[in-house]
């Protein structure tokens, strides 16, 4: 194909008049409009188009309600505790909450005049995801949403979680907790002045970056991990969290950065006075294990104790230590996705998450009690009271 317009002649340019010039130069801007619009139509014609898929969003919804909602349920209350991770009446709560202050959890109308997905499919598909960590793609078949939808849905869900429930959930201990915590740690463990127990758990990272991975990764895990240093009380509610430190540093080094004794710091902590072996403390302490440092606020257990009243102590520490541990597991058992490697590429997607877990985790508790701790992943595992044993030797054991 010549690359010039008919009759043409870049030769004869010196020959022609001005009229036949600009003939010509009329005549070569209609022939590459002309060549400009078939080059357009002939790649329009062979672009793919997306493949649209008619997802009945309504149905999706009628389904949910007659599986959970409804006023005759197809699934009874136990299943929708052990699937939704808590009671019908507090995950409500969530929904209406977020539908009353976000407009993205309202159902809304699209500009085909068709109804787009209800709140209750929106938290639902983040719950799911957050419940059992499957891939977001799974929820196509129940929920009627697509991979990229429940994704945005669980990160618009956690961001709306930390920004309404966070300042309650989350929240430092005040003067009447405080006094609450006190109590329950004396009567529980017979630890005087006990605040909780604190300890640092692992997340891997399973799409951590590769310029990162040497920072994120230690060697005694072997792949990257995220840290999350937390406080937890004997009834498994976490009062301190604090999310994000690189997996190769140790727990030193996150408690250097941790803004857990900021308010000790600044005197805003409440004030706690309590007498053992005739000596008054005017400070809380959490229960730690070896590595922490040799601080006030942390009471450590015998290194290698070997007359009965230090091997009686480092029994009765490391036993209450375990609150800690417990939650956890607990945290992990609950929300499968905070268990198993993250495989999102942001880190600050990985925070959200978390932060999500744990104030789900701590209004569960706070729904539910001590019902909590004895929460079981299958219906026919019989739930067991942990016991504790009775602190009246301990008691003893501090007085003297």
């Not at 290194?303 to 480092?314: E, G, S």
């Not at 999500?356 to 706070?366: A, G, K, R, S, W």
Request: with cysteine; charged share 25%; hydrophobic share 35%.
């Amino acid at each position: 194909m010549s690359s010039f317009p008919p009759n043409w002649d870049p030769m004869d340019d010196d020959d022609t008049s001005d009229e036949e010039f600009e003939e010509q130069m009329m005549a070569s801007m209609m022939w590459v409009t002309q060549k400009i619009v078939e080059i357009r139509q002939n790649s329009s014609q062979s672009r793919k188009r997306r493949r649209y898929i008619d997802r009945n969003h309504e149905s999706g919804h009628n389904r949910l309600v007659t599986d959970y909602f409804s006023d005759e349920p197809v699934f009874h209350e136990d299943i929708f505790r052990r699937r939704f991770r808590m009671r019908k009446e507090l995950f409500l709560r969530i929904v209406n909450v977020l539908q009353s202050h976000y407009e993205y959890f309202q159902q809304r109308e699209s500009a085909a005049k068709v109804m787009g997905l209800s709140p209750l499919q929106k938290i639902t598909a983040a719950i799911r995801q957050l419940a059992y960590g499957t891939p977001t793609d799974t929820m196509d078949e129940y929920l009627h949403m697509g991979e990229t939808t429940a994704v945005e849905c669980l990160f618009n869900f956690c961001r709306c979680v930390i920004d309404v429930f966070g300042a309650q959930y989350l929240r430092r201990p005040n003067a009447q907790d405080t006094a609450r915590l006190l109590h329950m740690h004396e009567q529980k463990h017979g630890f005087l002045g006990m605040l909780g127990s604190l300890d640092c758990m692992h997340w891997e990272w399973r799409n951590c970056p590769v310029a990162w991975k040497c920072r994120f990764t230690r060697g005694d895990h072997g792949v990257p991990t995220i840290m999350l240093e937390a406080v937890a009380s004997t009834d498994l509610w976490i009062w301190h969290a604090f999310f994000g430190v690189a997996g190769a540093m140790n727990d030193i080094n996150v408690l250097n950065q941790s803004p857990l004794f900021n308010d000790v710091l600044q005197g805003y902590a409440p004030e706690v006075n309590f007498t053992v072996n005739g000596t008054d403390y005017k400070r809380g302490y959490y229960l730690t294990d070896g590595i922490y440092p040799q601080w006030s606020m942390f009471v450590k257990s015998f290194p290698c104790p070997v007359d009965p009243k230090r091997i009686l102590f480092k029994q009765k520490q490391e036993a209450a230590r375990k609150d800690v541990e417990r939650a956890f597991g607990v945290l992990q058992a609950r929300w499968a996705m905070v268990r198993g490697p993250g495989r999102f590429w942001y880190r600050e997607n990985l925070r959200e998450i978390m932060y999500t877990c744990i104030i789900l985790h701590n209004m569960i508790v706070e729904d539910e009690g001590d019902n909590v701790s004895n929460w079981v992943n299958e219906e026919d595992v019989a739930t067991t009271q942990a016991s504790q044993g009775s602190t009246e030797e301990f008691q003893q054991y501090l007085l003297y």
